[in-house]
């Protein structure tokens, strides 16, 4: 079946194909370096809703051109990790494995940023150098999770909060890593102290129900015992393992992803030894995430 047959109705200016039946679109024939007219970016906002993440494949953009991607969606200037960030454009993010060199915790489930108050309601992602196999990145529902769970867990998850930390996250060691990385670490502490969102978030465009905790960031659920905290997390970070909630994109150099980081977790597999791997990261938000 070709592209055309499988594109859903409903886009007037957007050829979009699911991706699966839960998760992502692909989105054929668009140049993200043309996207000036507001029904065509309107449609964008509409499928980043839909489908929580977009891929687009076949992509040429500069620096500013990608920052002028999100700004379809947010503010590029809003919260940003401790990536380091292209020379000339500071919002963008350069997230970079080399052949010999650190690494980042990318590769364990999280939403950008969570151990924020306000984190980013999403991420630009352009590929640029990318191995020959392996470095794919998979995303899974947090309102397919919501979905999924009996109405009496939804209810109670719905009372509940939890601490989110970048200290629980592989961040610390990425600094470990560093010749300055003492002082990194202090400042960041000093800058990021715990933060606490709801267990179930509700999306404020789709109004859908989300289970919002990831294993990065998330430290513990308050007013519950450790055990007991670790327990309920262990079932909610498994529910979100299961492939029918999840997409996974095969990178290939010069595509696009556009994720909606309140609906979604991303995991970045490491399974590419020391070959070259760099993207460039834009994420962008609101004055309220939520
Ligand atoms: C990220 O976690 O934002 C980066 C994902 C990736 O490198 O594929």
């Known amino acids: 079946m070709s592209k055309l047959e499988n594109a859903v109705p409903g886009y007037k200016h957007l050829i979009v194909e699911p991706y699966t039946p839960n ?104 590929s640029h150098i990318i191995p020959a196999a392996g470095g ?68 404020p465009v789709t109004g859908k129900k989300i289970v919002y905790v990831n294993p990065n960031f998330t430290d513990r659920i308050k007013g519950l015992s450790r055990q007991q905290s670790d327990a309920l997390l262990t079932f909610l970070f498994a529910q979100f393992l299961r492939p029918e909630f999840q997409a996974r994109l095969r990178w290939e150099a010069n595509t696009v992803a556009i994720w909606d980081n309140r609906a979604t977790v991303h995991y970045a597999t490491a399974d590419y030894g020391n070959q070259h791997r760099l993207l460039h990261r834009v994420t962008f938000g609101e004055d309220r995430a939520f």
């Open 23 to 126: 998760i992502g679109a692909l989105i054929h024939d668009l140049d993200l370096a043309k996207i000036q007219d507001e029904a065509v970016r309107a449609e964008l906002r509409k499928a980043l809703g839909e489908y929580q993440v977009l891929f687009f494949r076949r992509q040429q953009l500069t620096p500013e051109q990608q920052i002028d991607v999100a700004r379809v969606f947010g503010d590029p200037d809003k919260t940003k990790a401790f990536f380091p960030r292209h020379d000339s454009v500071q919002s963008i993010e350069l997230i970079e494995t080399k052949p010999v060199g650190h690494r980042y915790g990318t590769d364990q489930w999280h939403a950008d940023i969570t151990f924020s108050a306000n984190p980013p309601t999403g991420t630009v992602l352009y």
């Open 136 to 203: 794919d990145t998979l995303w899974s529902s947090g309102t397919a999770v919501y979905d999924s769970l009996p109405r009496a867990l939804q209810l109670y998850l719905e009372e509940l909060e939890a601490v989110h930390s970048f200290e629980h996250s592989g961040w610390p060691n990425y600094f470990a890593q560093l010749e300055n990385g003492e002082e990194i670490y202090r400042k960041a502490r000093a800058d990021n102290l715990p933060v606490v969102h709801p267990v179930v978030q509700t999306h």
